[in-house]
């Protein structure tokens, strides 16, 4: 058996500039992080003239088919078919957390399963060269309105600014901050579940619709990359990032008026109030993991308002996509294959 592990992330700053939408004429950049908490994907080899199916596919649902066109989840059948995989393979699908929820798990799961379908063909890949395959899938295949720093996040990990300039073109620079540093900032960053869970790409097909008209708001949230990377390497008072993450979040429910539900605003503004400096939803709005910037002696405070809400706690610059765990049962796969032709 092979088990890939990739992470989810936390996008700070950028989210929205990271479509090729935007990026192809203006260039566009995300600060973000990965996270502690992980999408898994197993795949094992069995042998189908033991069974009646050759392709076993377990998520929510269970899936038992003859051939890859007769599997009805669009990211198991295209990513099975791109990796010329037809048989004799069980997939299954783990995951840390709830998809839909802002931190990245649609892309993190194709990449996890781009790793352990090459993995289980005796491939490698690792990198950007993983996160350019899931792109690629995503937009043209799938065709999924997505954007381009999920894949990264989860194929690269890290604390990271990444620049986008084209779909194949992506830079990615390592935030340069000491273990005490990352402590300090991760000490006051707290997630809450609003309790609503969306469709991202049906949210993020509107925003890209209105590109012309959010040009000014988006060239504003790509500055703010940059300000937030120079606050966190500078050594400058965490509660500037705080002040950043407030005005990203003002711009991002400009974009459009459906981005932050009356309930998120009230969560929001009560927050603040009760002693939070920033926040933002996470993803592309609507629902999902409300992050909120809190200095420690403040969060009780905060928890009392928030207490409807389940509390996350992440650790951040999580390793990127790999493979934790392979038994080496893929061996003998193409000689069985040929047997059975």
């Known amino acids: 058996m092979i088990i890939t592990k990739a992470p989810l992330r936390v ?20 600060l973000g992080a990965a996270i502690n908490k992980y999408i898994y994907i197993t795949a094992n080899q069995f042998m189908s003239k033991l069974f009646d199916y050759s392709i076993r596919i377990s998520y929510k649902r269970t899936e ?50 781009l790793q352990a379908l090459h993995a ?6 690792s990198g950007l060269e993983l996160a ?37 073109n992506i830079i990615v620079h390592r935030l340069p901050l000491s273990p005490a540093r990352l402590r300090e900032f991760e ?34 949230m790509r500055s703010l990359v940059d300000a937030g990377w120079e606050v966190l390497a500078s050594g400058s008072a965490l509660s500037r990032f705080a002040e950043l993450l407030d005005r990203g979040w003002a711009l991002k429910r400009s974009l459009d008026p459906g981005v932050s539900p009356p309930e998120v605003d009230r969560m929001y503004n009560e927050a603040r109030a009760a002693g ?3 926040g933002k939803l996470l993803g592309a709005g609507r629902g999902g993991f409300l992050l909120l ?11 009392r308002i928030m207490r409807g809400c389940v509390e996350l706690r992440v650790s951040l610059g999580a390793p990127g996509c790999h493979i934790a765990h392979s038994d080496g049962a893929v061996q003998g796969i193409e000689e069985y294959a040929l047997k059975e032709e």
């Open 64 to 113: 038992a088919v003859r051939k890859v066109d007769d599997v009805e989840h669009t990211p198991f059948r295209e990513t099975l078919r791109h990796c010329g995989i037809e048989r004799d393979i069980e997939l299954g699908h783990f995951a840390d957390l709830p998809a839909f929820t802002g931190l990245g798990s649609s892309s993190t799961f194709t990449v996890a399963l």
């Open 120 to 125: 289980y063909a005796g491939r490698f890949r």
């Open 11 to 30: 996008s700070f700053f950028g989210g929205g500039t990271d479509y090729p939408e935007y990026f192809l004429d203006q260039g566009g950049a995300v």
């Open 187 to 220: 000490d006051c960053l707290v997630l809450f579940f609003t309790g609503m869970c969306r469709t991202a790409s049906q949210i993020a097909r509107q925003q890209v619709a209105r590109v012309g008209e959010n040009r000014p708001a988006l060239r504003e």
């Open 293 to 303: 910037f809190v200095p420690p002696e403040r969060l009780a405070q905060v928890r």
């Open 276 to 278: 939070a400096l920033g």
């Open 132 to 168: 350019y395959e899931a792109i690629q899938l995503e937009r043209h295949v799938f065709e999924e309105c997505v954007g381009c720093q999920d894949q990264v996040l989860a194929a690269v990990g890290g604390f990271n600014l990444i620049e986008f300039r084209a779909e194949n």
